[in-house]
Nanobody, 126 residues
Framework: QVQLVESGGGLVQAGGSLRLSCAASGRTFSENNMGWFRQAPGKERELVAAVTWSGRSTYYADSVKGRFTISRDNAKNTVYLQMNSLKPEDTAVYYC???????????????????WGQGTQVTVSS
Protein backbone atom coordinates (compact mmCIF):
# COMPACT_ATOMS: atom_id res chain seq x y z
CA GLN A 1 0.00 0.00 0.00
CA VAL A 2 1.27 3.46 -0.89
CA GLN A 3 -0.12 6.75 0.38
CA LEU A 4 0.79 9.98 -1.37
CA VAL A 5 0.45 13.52 -0.02
CA GLU A 6 1.15 16.52 -2.25
CA SER A 7 2.11 19.99 -1.07
CA GLY A 8 3.50 23.21 -2.46
CA GLY A 9 0.67 24.41 -4.66
CA GLY A 10 -0.60 27.96 -4.60
CA LEU A 11 -1.16 31.16 -6.50
CA VAL A 12 1.72 32.62 -8.49
CA GLN A 13 2.10 35.24 -11.19
CA ALA A 14 3.05 34.31 -14.72
CA GLY A 15 6.80 33.84 -14.97
CA GLY A 16 7.06 32.72 -11.38
CA SER A 17 8.09 29.41 -9.86
CA LEU A 18 6.68 26.79 -7.54
CA ARG A 19 8.03 23.51 -6.23
CA LEU A 20 5.60 20.70 -5.57
CA SER A 21 6.45 17.89 -3.20
CA CYS A 22 4.89 14.47 -2.88
CA ALA A 23 5.59 12.55 0.30
CA ALA A 24 5.03 8.83 0.06
CA SER A 25 4.46 6.26 2.76
CA GLY A 26 5.09 2.59 2.23
CA ARG A 27 8.13 0.43 1.93
CA THR A 28 8.18 0.21 -1.85
CA PHE A 29 8.53 3.87 -2.81
CA SER A 30 12.08 3.41 -4.01
CA GLU A 31 10.87 0.64 -6.35
CA ASN A 32 8.06 2.68 -7.92
CA ASN A 33 8.07 4.81 -11.01
CA MET A 34 6.45 8.14 -10.11
CA GLY A 35 4.52 10.68 -12.11
CA TRP A 36 3.02 14.13 -11.82
CA PHE A 37 -0.29 14.62 -13.60
CA ARG A 38 -2.48 17.68 -13.89
CA GLN A 39 -6.11 18.28 -14.64
CA ALA A 40 -7.59 21.61 -15.63
CA PRO A 41 -11.36 22.25 -15.50
CA GLY A 42 -13.13 20.54 -18.37
CA LYS A 43 -9.98 18.75 -19.51
CA GLU A 44 -8.64 15.24 -19.16
CA ARG A 45 -5.94 14.42 -16.67
CA GLU A 46 -2.57 14.48 -18.40
CA LEU A 47 0.93 13.36 -17.52
CA VAL A 48 3.25 16.30 -16.99
CA ALA A 49 6.42 14.54 -15.88
CA ALA A 50 7.56 11.15 -14.66
CA VAL A 51 10.66 9.51 -13.29
CA THR A 52 11.73 5.89 -13.04
CA TRP A 53 12.38 4.24 -9.69
CA SER A 54 16.13 4.80 -10.03
CA GLY A 55 15.83 8.40 -11.18
CA ARG A 56 17.84 7.63 -14.29
CA SER A 57 15.05 8.18 -16.78
CA THR A 58 12.54 10.99 -16.98
CA TYR A 59 9.64 12.00 -19.18
CA TYR A 60 8.22 15.46 -19.82
CA ALA A 61 5.19 16.57 -21.74
CA ASP A 62 6.11 18.84 -24.64
CA SER A 63 4.22 21.70 -23.01
CA VAL A 64 6.55 21.77 -19.99
CA LYS A 65 9.91 20.74 -21.42
CA GLY A 66 12.63 23.15 -20.41
CA ARG A 67 10.46 24.67 -17.65
CA PHE A 68 9.64 21.80 -15.28
CA THR A 69 12.02 19.38 -13.59
CA ILE A 70 11.07 16.18 -11.81
CA SER A 71 13.34 14.67 -9.21
CA ARG A 72 13.16 12.20 -6.37
CA ASP A 73 14.88 11.51 -3.08
CA ASN A 74 14.38 7.87 -2.22
CA ALA A 75 15.93 8.34 1.21
CA LYS A 76 13.14 10.82 2.01
CA ASN A 77 10.39 8.96 0.12
CA THR A 78 9.67 12.16 -1.76
CA VAL A 79 9.29 13.20 -5.37
CA TYR A 80 9.45 16.82 -6.47
CA LEU A 81 8.27 18.91 -9.38
CA GLN A 82 10.13 22.18 -9.85
CA MET A 83 8.05 24.47 -12.04
CA ASN A 84 9.67 27.57 -13.52
CA SER A 85 8.47 30.18 -16.00
CA LEU A 86 4.89 29.34 -15.15
CA LYS A 87 2.15 30.26 -17.58
CA PRO A 88 -1.59 30.76 -17.04
CA GLU A 89 -2.19 27.57 -19.00
CA ASP A 90 -0.32 25.64 -16.29
CA THR A 91 -3.25 26.32 -13.96
CA ALA A 92 -4.65 22.98 -12.82
CA VAL A 93 -4.90 20.55 -9.96
CA TYR A 94 -1.62 18.63 -9.84
CA TYR A 95 -1.61 15.00 -8.76
CA CYS A 96 1.23 12.75 -7.71
CA UNK A 97 0.91 9.13 -8.78
CA UNK A 98 2.79 5.89 -8.23
CA UNK A 99 3.21 2.91 -10.52
CA UNK A 100 3.81 0.05 -8.11
CA UNK A 101 3.69 -2.70 -10.73
CA UNK A 102 7.43 -2.81 -11.49
CA UNK A 103 6.76 -1.57 -14.99
CA UNK A 104 9.77 -1.39 -17.25
CA UNK A 105 9.85 2.12 -18.59
CA UNK A 106 7.55 5.06 -18.02
CA UNK A 107 3.84 4.76 -18.69
CA UNK A 108 2.21 7.95 -19.87
CA UNK A 109 -1.45 7.11 -19.25
CA UNK A 110 -3.44 7.35 -16.05
CA UNK A 111 -4.18 3.62 -16.25
CA UNK A 112 -0.52 2.90 -15.63
CA UNK A 113 -0.61 4.32 -12.11
CA UNK A 114 -2.35 2.63 -9.22
CA UNK A 115 -1.87 5.05 -6.34
CA TRP A 116 -2.84 8.72 -6.36
CA GLY A 117 -2.54 11.69 -4.07
CA GLN A 118 -5.41 14.05 -3.30
CA GLY A 119 -4.05 16.80 -5.54
CA THR A 120 -2.80 20.33 -4.99
CA GLN A 121 -4.10 23.41 -6.78
CA VAL A 122 -1.73 25.51 -8.86
CA THR A 123 -3.08 28.81 -10.14
CA VAL A 124 -1.02 31.06 -12.41
CA SER A 125 -2.32 34.58 -12.88
CA SER A 126 -1.58 36.64 -15.96
Amino acid sequence: QVQLVESGGGLVQAGGSLRLSCAASGRTFSENNMGWFRQAPGKERELVAAVTWSGRSTYYADSVKGRFTISRDNAKNTVYLQMNSLKPEDTAVYYCAADSKYTIGIVTTTQGYDYWGQGTQVTVSS
